[in-house]
């Protein structure tokens, strides 16, 4: 950092003397930015504050949050997530303020990258379930809006379902046909339960 002091303007040339010159080093504190923002990487409650934080981050438009402003000091949490992994999270304010959170993807680009928000009533939360980096922002509505407040996050496992597609189709094995006529009903009936059900995957096999 450099500080400079000028000489006065031309037409004040003629004046000099001494002067007191007040300087303020101002820290971040953690999570002030998605730059030093506060990790999560594992599930629990993390209590914390935006008081004595600034506004740095806001949307602008109303698709985030549902609204088109979250203008109070906020904090910043880093979360990453894997294959088939999604996290929940949820602000409670400590008293009635009224909160916002919401997930973003670049700090410098908040309309365009958020893919979670709420602002729709205390407590707030999110749900966000794609593999990526994120940045999920604890805020407020207006700018005299800072609380402390409990983070409530969860972190859960996205595995696909049995039948979900061909690759954990569930195997049934259909008894050959043939016994006698209720026999061959039944196991009809089953073969028209199966077709339909696995018609769209196109991997069902009739032999």
């Known amino acids: 950092m450099i500080i400079m002091v000028t000489q006065s303007p031309t037409w004040l040339d ?16 953690p999570g002030e930015f998605c730059g030093n923002a506060l990790p999560i990487e594992t599930s629990g409650d993390y209590i914390g504050t935006t008081v004595d934080k600034v506004n740095d981050y806001a949307p602008s438009e109303s698709d985030c949050t549902g609204y088109s402003q979250a203008a109070g000091p906020d904090t910043a949490y880093a979360i990453s997530l894997g294959e088939n992994e999604y996290f929940y999270a949820e602000v409670t304010p400590d ?6 959170i919401y ?17 729709s009533g205390n407590p707030e939360n999110v749900l966000v ?23 409530t996050v969860q972190f859960g496992s996205l595995e696909p379902m049995p039948n ?11 008894d050959e046909l043939g016994e006698n006529r209720a026999s061959r009903r039944t196991n009809h009936q089953h073969h028209r339960l199966l077709h339909v059900r696995y018609w769209g995957l196109q991997c069902f096999d009739s032999g």
């Open 14 to 29: 003629a004046q000099s003397g001494n002067y007191i010159l007040n300087i303020s080093v101002w820290t971040p504190l």
């Open 95 to 100: 008293d009635s303020s009224d909160a916002a």
């Open 103 to 119: 997930v973003v993807t670049d700090c410098n680009d908040i309309d365009t990258t958020c893919v979670a928000g709420s602002d």
């Open 129 to 151: 379930g794609e593999p990526g980096d994120y940045f999920l922002i604890v805020d407020g509505y207006s700018s005299t809006v800072a609380y402390p407040y409990t983070l």
């Open 164 to 174: 979900n597609d061909c690759t954990t189709a569930t195997e049934i094995v259909i």
